[in-house]
């Protein structure tokens, strides 16, 4: 008899606490704190997909057939972004390849061709409740962003985030029930198979072209200081000028890519487009929604491409760092990470950006014709930077800029009593991921401080912790006082 009432309180307490869980889970709370959990940009989607349901999926055309069902699946959650600047800030950041990228994505004509200070772009909805992902170089340096639907209504945007060095953005506006592309996957898709491409090229509002992938893992002659991504899908689909910050899409209408740069000789379109892999955007958007900046992992090692030989090769290693750690060694050939083939550099660095310091990843390398799998635990590429730095001047490796003060003529020149410091070097760090700033630009205040010399900034900033509000000019506009921020 007391074993029946045993069980009979067991199944009760059972029931009820998957009555509980079931209520949370459907409620969205935490069964422990009671509170809703965070919800990462999939997580969105996937809850708004349930309620409404997916639809079908659709076979791969054949090359008669319309891709009109993809198009009207991704076209709504495609929007118009009208970027307004600071004065003199349009052309610096709306093109910003002609100097990262030697002219290669971005021409140097297009560079200096206009001082307008609007800009015309795309973004591609990611959540019903109007999280939208455009590149960095959309809306660095703006003083105001409008956002327009396909429906035509139109909304003022807010940045969440940037991250310079993969040249995404995560930007906001408020209302809920919108459209959204949904993710996909970008090894879904293979070099040949069908992509369509939807942005807002010369203003033209919801424009598709279609085309084919034409290479993945595509690394542009990035400048390697800057730590920038290496890893474009490359495509035929036409874009032109208006296009960044749109969607690439597969034949289902689901997101592979956000849309990023050109390779052009004339500044219009020349037969080849890049665009920012799906799972990068993800992971991207993911860390500017959670934390405001996007957290880089690092394994500390550093590689060159094999010829005629699957992998690339270890050329050195950052001593004490998570791969030196984990035992990988110079001269090792590392042909997968995390079970996924990679044939060079760029397949490296595509899956470092998947992943957050503190992930295990298992690496396989070729050491004496023998394969070995190690497990490396990331570190954080900011962490990294400072372990490595030598001297006083940690801080500027930090933030990623080199400087010097300014000599006489520059002062009399612009009018400059007290002195200032010049920025002469732009590199990967704070400064970067975080504002629009470039080489040329003149240091004069922080955080309401003066700064007047070298020595000064070094003192200045071992002082300020948290958020650092930099005030300066440029020498073309040295009566506008422009202003930027990052945190220390």
Request: one cysteine or more; aromatic letters at 8%.
């Amino acid at each position: 008899m007391k074993k029946l009432v045993l069980q009979s309180a067991i199944l009760f307490l059972v029931y009820n606490l998957s009555s509980a869980l079931c209520f949370a889970q459907e409620k969205g709370m935490n069964i422990i704190t009671g509170k809703p959990p965070f919800a990462t940009l999939e997580e969105k989607q996937a809850m708004a997909i349930s309620r409404r349901g997916a639809g079908p999926l659709m076979k791969a055309p054949a090359a008669n057939i319309s891709f009109r069902n993809a198009a009207a699946k991704a076209l709504p959650g495609v929007v118009h972004i009208l970027s307004t600047y600071h004065p003199g800030l349009r052309a610096a950041s709306f093109y910003p390849y002609s100097r990262y990228y030697q002219d290669d994505l971005w021409p140097n004509s297009l560079h200096h061709a206009t001082d307008s200070d609007k800009g015309s772009a795309s973004g591609v909805l990611l959540s019903n409740d109007g999280y939208i992902a455009t590149n960095s170089h959309v809306v660095k340096g703006t003083r105001e962003i409008e956002v327009i639907l396909y429906n035509q209504l139109s909304y003022k945007a807010r940045i969440v985030g940037m991250d310079s060095l993969t040249d995404l953005a995560l930007i906001k506006i408020d209302d809920k029930d919108l459209p959204f592309v949904t993710f996909g996957a970008s090894d879904s898709v293979s070099v040949g198979d069908w992509v369509l491409a939807i942005g807002n090229p010369f203003n033209l509002a919801s424009t598709v072209t279609a085309g084919i992938i034409s290479a993945k893992s595509r690394t542009i002659n990035t400048l390697e200081e800057k730590g920038g991504l290496h890893s474009f899908i490359q495509t035929d689909a036409v874009m032109n000028d208006g296009c960044s910050g749109g969607a690439l899409v597969d034949v289902n209408g689901k997101l592979v890519g956000v849309n990023t740069g050109i390779i052009t000789p004339t500044g219009d379109f020349a037969g080849y487009a890049f665009s920012i892999p799906v799972e990068i955007v993800k992971k991207v958007c993911n860390d500017l929604l959670r934390y405001g900046v996007a957290h880089r992992a690092y394994m500390g090692i550093f590689l060159k491409d094999v010829e005629d030989r699957h992998g690339v090769q270890v050329d050195s290693l950052l001593k004490g760092g998570p791969a030196a750690k984990a035992g990988v060694r110079p001269g090792d050939r590392i042909v997968a990470v995390e079970n996924r083939r990679v044939e060079v550099e760029a397949s490296v660095n595509e899956i470092m950006l998947m992943h957050h310091p503190g992930d295990q990843v298992t690496v396989t390398v070729v050491r004496n014709y023998k394969e070995h799998e190690l497990k490396v635990v990331l570190d954080d590429c900011e962490d990294t930077v400072s372990k490595m730095s030598l001297g006083n001047d940690y801080l500027l490796n930090v933030l990623g800029i080199e400087v010097r003060d300014l000599d006489t003529n520059e002062k009399e020149l612009l009018n400059i009593k007290s002195g200032g410091v010049r920025v002469i070097k732009v590199r990967n760090g704070k400064i970067f991921r975080s504002t629009s700033i470039e080489p040329g630009f003149i240091i004069l205040e922080l955080n309401g401080r003066p700064v007047r010399s070298r020595v000064e900034l070094l003192d200045v900033l071992k002082s300020l912790k948290g958020r650092v509000m930099v005030a300066g000019i440029y020498d073309e506009y040295p009566q506008a006082l422009y202003y930027a921020a990052f945190e220390l």
